[in-house]
């Protein structure tokens, strides 16, 4: 219609993003908190269970030493397919099923989709994308492993009661293989493919970019105290969402309201990525993430306010530490982008990536330790207030030296 701006190529290649997402992690990593409880009901012991998360976990972080040189290798658009594709062979593994080993097996390739074909690449593209309007951008995109727990996991539950774990299985690899070719046909590295220049340059409109140019490398010392803040964000986010559920009936509140927690948990991650990138605009990254860790350490130390009987202070530390904990996918490409050039950009996003998911390995299950010891898991929630609270101070001194030396 007359009049009427066309849209940007750019937003195509963020809802590609998004579905990168909702498929090599939502499908291949999250989703299968819903699927081991039937895993675990056709033979398999709880140990064997846990272990087939642990596979997926090492494998995604052995996977991410090695991010950087398979896209150079590849390029962006042929390595996100075969790394959907490899989740999709996960998928047709899971449906085989029968022993531990072909469990391990899928979650092995899943493990290898979640590090090679989510996070790093997506940031990268929208790096290549967007001159402005970035954290929305991420924001949006990263919003899509929300939306995949959301909208799948009341439908995995009803088709395995209703057709079992091999039909099950099947249907999400048919899934997740239609949405990798979609996907590659639509993507394109950089602008300049489609004859373009990024999404805000030129006078495009939008907030300009607020970020500044970091030094082409950081010091040692920042370096390695950003890999502790990593670790200690890393090993907060893995503990403090996979326990959510035994927290609250920790506390006395019953089964059905311990369900219901996860679900809030899981709207407000979303719609907070949605509006984080937006502020992050706007108020750059340093503050909007700093916010959204404060908002998660106050979450943290409610926890301490459960009680069992108040519906108020069960439901709102779930919505605190949701809103804060979408700094986990948006700060971590932002960070990057501030404190590096663009030279320096996929080193140092693959750093702190290499570090946030050693500290999910790592920490994954010191909570369940806790709770042996105290028998309950406020605990567990202090120590990781303790962590974020680490984290922010962390950030923000590692700003003010990085930039520094600009």
């Not at 937003?11 to 590609?16: K, M, N």
């Not at 299968?32 to 398999?44: D, K, N, Q, R």
């Not at 991650?269 to 993430?289: I, M």
């Not at 984290?391 to 520094?404: N, P």
């Amino acid at each position: 219609m007359y009049g009427m701006k066309k849209l940007h190529y750019g937003w195509i290649v963020c809802l590609c993003g998004l579905w990168l997402f909702v498929c090599n992690m939502g499908l291949c990593s999250n989703i299968l908190s819903v699927y081991l409880p039937f895993i675990e009901a056709a033979g398999l012991s709880d140990s064997m269970g846990s272990a087939i998360l642990a596979v997926r976990c090492v494998f995604s972080f052995a996977v991410t030493f090695l991010v950087e040189l398979y896209y150079r290798r590849l390029s962006l658009r042929r390595g996100v397919l075969l790394a959907s594709l490899i989740g999709v062979a996960s998928a047709l593994i899971y449906s085989i099923g029968g022993s531990a080993l072909v469990y391990y097996a899928g979650a092995a390739l899943g493990g290898v989709t979640y590090g090679l074909g989510c996070i790093y690449p997506v940031s990268i593209l929208l790096a290549n994308w967007f001159h402005t309007h970035r954290g929305l951008a991420l924001g949006v995109s990263s919003a899509g492993s929300g939306v995949a727990a959301m909208a799948f996991s009341p439908v995995v539950s009803a088709l395995v009661m209703k057709y079992g774990l091999r039909a099950t299985f099947l249907l999400q690899a048919a899934f997740m293989a239609f949405s990798a070719i979609c996907v590659f046909l639509l993507l394109r590295d950089a602008p300049a493919q489609k004859g373009l220049a990024p999404y805000g340059e030129g006078g495009e409109g939008g907030h300009a970019v607020r970020e500044k140019e970091g030094p082409s490398a950081l010091p040692s010392m920042v370096l390695w105290m950003l890999a502790l803040m990593m670790l200690l964000i890393g090993g907060a986010g893995q503990a403090f969402s996979g326990h959510l559920s035994v927290l609250a009936q920790s506390c006395g509140y019953s089964a059905q309201i311990a369900a219901t927690i996860v679900s809030v948990h899981g709207l407000v991650l979303v719609c907070s990525k949605f509006l984080s990138g937006g502020l992050a605009d706007k108020f750059g990254p340093k503050r909007c993430t700093s916010l959204l860790m404060a908002l998660f350490i106050l979450g943290c130390s409610l926890v301490q306010l459960m009680n069992g009987v108040s519906l108020f202070w069960c439901y709102a530390p779930v919505a605190l530490m949701g809103f804060g904990a979408s700094v986990y996918n948006v700060g971590p490409p932002l960070w990057a982008g501030d404190l590096s050039d663009g030279a320096g950009y996929p080193k140092l996003l693959k750093w702190l990536q290499i570090f946030y998911n050693l500290g999910g390995i790592l920490f994954s299950a010191v909570p369940g330790i806790i709770a042996d010891h105290t028998g309950e898991y406020r605990s567990a929630y202090a120590l990781i207030a303790a962590m974020m609270l680490t984290s922010l101070l962390i950030l923000r001194w590692s700003y003010r030296q990085g930039l520094r030396k600009k």
